[in-house]
């Protein structure tokens, strides 16, 4: 009977995937084919096929995803098709998702029609959305809270601006997430007496201080820049969304300042700072992007790099041959002949990321190039991080244990955990141990990522034993990754 069963939805499938195949072939049956597939009694074929209609573009697909809306029974399969809708974006779709907040009892559902409510724009929503906020606030509903505090602001209605601020905002026993929901939601808006409250969050260190950067993102006031660039020195935690903004924003002031961050050690914020300096589109910013695309140790981030070159570099440039040698990317031993060269550039901005970069790896062969470019080099933020470059290779492997144990920012700590992970010193994995002891997750998870990476045996037990103590389900998941690597004899690749 289970056979049976399996083999009944094996075909299913098959079938699914023919009728997908096929509609892609005959573009004009491909929504027809989708929509039967609507009909089918096997919830995982309706799913797929929504997710289809929702990525398709087609004005077609409306009815029929309101119809499962309004009739499927299955709750995961209501809540996908909201989430087409709200990737489809049509008006038509407005009513219906009104009346699933007032009538459908899936918190999934209801999930779902808030994150849509926050790219469909209807001021007829306005009402029954804050009736949903006050309901999710009964329920405890954090995750729904934040998101319709934010598409309360996308419907533009007048009231909003009062609701989001006297309501949630100065209700400071609200959730940090709900209250940055509401300051998204302002930058949604529109309404230009925002900045202010908005910077005011920033200043303060407002716990909901990463919603305020999104809000003011959105609003692209210019009024932000300063206070935004003076933010990312005391809101670590937020620089992915700091930055974002200042990109969103696009004066050039902002340019060095996303500079700097293509050090940061959470590539997200690298990510993002590559991104932004892609769309204020200064010159300034190709030579240390070009690093980027060469250096950076996450694949992502020099993808976006190359991305961003891609929008700096003039067709001009790209047709005389400005490429760029990806074969043997990431900050490793390696590279050193690259990184040295890199510290004769032009941009002081590649100079100062070249010595950060070479005291990151604490090699030796690095003294003589460092102390010849610190006697030629004239500007001092690039002098103060040859300095400190010299002083990390003098230290060695001893220095980042200092760093890893005794540090006293996150930031140094998890530097030391990266550089440690790509050291060739034997050392390397027993002062790694010591950092799984640490107590910031975070920390723990670049140290769980080094020794990974580093195949040692060594770390099989340590890591075993901290899987039964470790509160964090990310971490618990890398080290599951990583034992798995180290039992195995296999690459670590997470």
Do not use: C
């Not at 407002?206 to 692209?220: Q, T």
């Not at 140790?297 to 490429?323: D, F």
């Not at 100062?352 to 610190?374: C, H, N, Q, V």
């Not at 099989?460 to 509160?471: N, V, Y």
């Amino acid at each position: 009977m289970f056979q049976r069963k399996a083999l009944g939805f094996s075909l299913s499938l098959l079938l699914l995937i023919s009728a997908v195949s096929k509609a892609e072939e005959r573009r004009p049956n491909s929504i027809d084919d989708l929509v039967k597939a609507l009909k089918s009694k096997d919830s995982k074929i309706r799913i797929a096929a929504i997710e289809k209609l929702g990525k398709s573009n087609d004005k077609r697909a409306i009815e029929p995803l309101i119809e499962v809306l309004k009739k499927d029974e299955n709750d995961r399969v209501r809540a996908e098709s909201v989430e087409a809708l709200g990737f489809l974006g049509d008006k038509r779709a407005v009513e219906p998702l009104i009346y699933a907040l007032k009538y459908d009892d899936s918190r999934s559902v209801h999930w779902e029609v808030a994150r849509a409510f926050e790219t469909i724009r209807a001021k007829e929503a306005y009402q029954p959305l804050i009736e949903e906020f006050n309901n999710a606030i009964t329920r405890q509903w954090r995750d729904s809270a934040h998101h319709v505090a934010s598409a309360i602001g996308n419907t533009r209605d007048p009231r909003a601006y009062d609701f989001l601020t006297k309501e949630i905002l100065d209700k400071k026993t609200y959730h940090p997430f709900i209250r940055s929901g509401a300051a998204v939601g302002l930058g949604k808006l529109g309404d230009k007496r925002a900045v202010e409250i908005l910077i005011g969050m920033l200043e303060e260190h407002d716990p909901a201080a990463y919603g305020a950067a999104d809000g003011l993102g959105l609003l692209k006031d210019k009024r932000a820049v300063k206070p935004l660039i003076d933010a990312l020195d005391k809101e670590a935690e937020h620089r992915s969304h700091i930055a974002e903004a200042l990109g969103e924003i696009g004066d050039k002031r902002a340019v060095e300042p996303l500079i700097n961050l293509l050090r940061d050690s959470r590539s997200y914020t690298r990510d993002k700072a590559v991104e932004a300096l892609g769309k204020i589109g200064d010159k300034r910013a190709i030579e240390p992007l070009k690093y980027v695309a060469k250096i950076d140790r996450n694949s992502h981030t020099r993808s976006n790099a190359r991305e961003a070159l891609g929008i700096l570099i003039p067709e001009e440039m790209k047709r005389r041959g400005y490429t760029f040698d990806f074969l043997k990317s990431t900050l490793t031993a390696d590279n050193l002949p690259y990184i040295v060269f890199a510290l004769k550039s032009k941009s002081k901005y590649v100079r100062k990321l070249a010595a950060f970069d070479l005291g990151e790896l604490r090699d030796k062969r690095a003294i003589d190039y460092l102390k010849e470019a610190l006697k030629n080099e004239k500007e001092e933020e690039v002098k103060k991080e040859i300095t400190r470059a010299l002083s990390k290779i003098e230290t060695g492997i001893k220095g980042l244990l200092a760093e890893l144990t005794s540090g006293k920012t996150e930031e140094e700590r998890i530097n030391a955990a990266i550089s440690l992970g790509y050291s060739d010193d034997k050392r390397a994995v027993s002062y790694l141990i010591k950092g799984l002891e640490d107590k910031n997750a975070r920390v723990r998870r670049y140290v769980i990522n080094s020794l990974g990476r580093l195949g040692s045996k060594e770390a099989i037990k340590p890591l075993t034993d901290l899987l039964h103590r470790e509160d964090s389900e990310l971490n618990k998941q890398i080290i599951e990754y990583a034992l798995k690597a180290l039992r195995e004899g296999s690459p670590f690749l997470f």
